[in-house]
């Protein structure tokens, strides 16, 4: 056989290979973590994993085994499900107390040049069963991405997207508000704001919806960043809601959004103010903040447990994937 002909014959193997497995979400693996598990030496694996998951009291993180009915919905609507246990080291004289934290990650479901409510509507309609298999798996608290409601265009300039901005109340609120009573849940949900009250001021903003539907409060973003010609002032200008802190059922929350993790005067405020839990919803690219984070996460991490949210930019079109976090504190 000649050079060619191996080639094509390698080249066939491969597809062939694709083709087969067409049974999960990720190039036919049902879990990024199946996918790097079935390609990598276990030493280069073990290292994979230090760095996407971290080490818990320098052990390997402990896989959480799911419902079969949250594993049904990520198989039936194709998005990645993940379970990870942080542990903390037993106290002698108070019982552990374990919150269950979902993450949601979400591409967006129709192109950009669609009609923004069709876009708008076509997210709902794909995080909804994500909602449900975090609802499925116990979750306490469930974040979702930085203004999870529209394609996150602030890199854009255009200031067409502002019509994707709602009331605090608006349509977003009132769907999560039915999914924070149906599974006793807390939802931070992140979202570009009309403020009405006040000449309808655009935000970003955080609603925090109490596992009752109540509305908690909000928190508005911060810290805008002003990098290069990225400037998402266009849009909004930094919050004025200070440093909040929501008592919910299940532990003090804050939400730092995106650029607002850079400082971490930002950071010591929220655990000043009592956080036990913060959450980082974020749109970034890999290349910017990935390399950051090992420096932030060291003073952080003396504070509270950290819970990040990010839309990695260049992964727009593509899979989706709900994360569960289970703390002990």
């Known amino acids: 056989m000649d050079k060619k002909e191996s080639g094509r014959s390698v080249n066939s193997n491969v597809e062939e290979e694709i083709q087969s497995c067409n049974g999960g979400s990720i190039c036919g693996f049902e879990s990024l973590h199946h996918l790097l598990s079935a390609s990598l030496k276990p030493q280069s694996l073990q290292e994979v994993n230090r760095l996407l998951t971290g080490l818990n009291c320098g052990r390997s993180l402990e896989l959480i085994a799911l419902p079969e009915t949250a594993k049904c919905l990520s198989s039936k609507h194709e998005f990645d499900l993940q379970a990870f246990g942080f542990h903390a080291d037993k106290e002698l004289l108070r019982e552990p107390r374990i919150v269950r934290v979902g993450l949601i990650q979400n591409s967006i479901a129709l192109p950009t040049t669609a009609p923004f409510l069709d876009q708008k509507r076509a997210i709902y309609q794909k ?31 255009e200031k067409r997207w502002c019509e994707f901005a709602e009331p605090i109340d608006g349509e977003s609120t009132q769907i999560l508000r039915d999914f924070a009573r149906k599974y006793n849940m807390v939802i931070v949900s992140p979202i570009l704001e009309r403020d009405i009250k006040h000449g309808e001021t655009i935000w970003n903003t955080a609603v925090v919806i109490g596992n009752h539907g109540n509305i908690l409060g909000i928190h508005r973003k911060n810290h805008i960043p002003r990098v290069g ?73 003396f504070l509270f447990y950290t819970v990040p949210c990010d839309t990695q930019l260049h992964f727009l079109f593509f899979h989706f994937v709900f994360l569960m976090v289970e703390i002990s504190q």
């Open 229 to 301: 010609d990225f400037n998402e002032s266009t849009y909004y200008m930094e919050g004025n809601t200070g440093h909040p802190v929501f008592e919910t059922a299940y532990g003090k929350i804050a939400v730092n959004i995106c650029y607002g993790r850079h400082h971490p005067l930002n950071w010591l405020a929220f655990g000043l103010n009592g956080a036990e839990i913060v959450f980082n919803p974020s749109a970034t690219v890999g290349e910017l903040s990935e390399p950051m984070w090992p420096i932030e996460v060291s003073f952080i991490h």
């Open 127 to 157: 995080v909804k069963p994500i909602i449900d298999a975090a609802g499925a798996s116990g979750v306490n608290i469930l974040c979702l991405q930085e203004a999870w409601m529209m394609p996150f265009a602030f890199c854009t300039r």
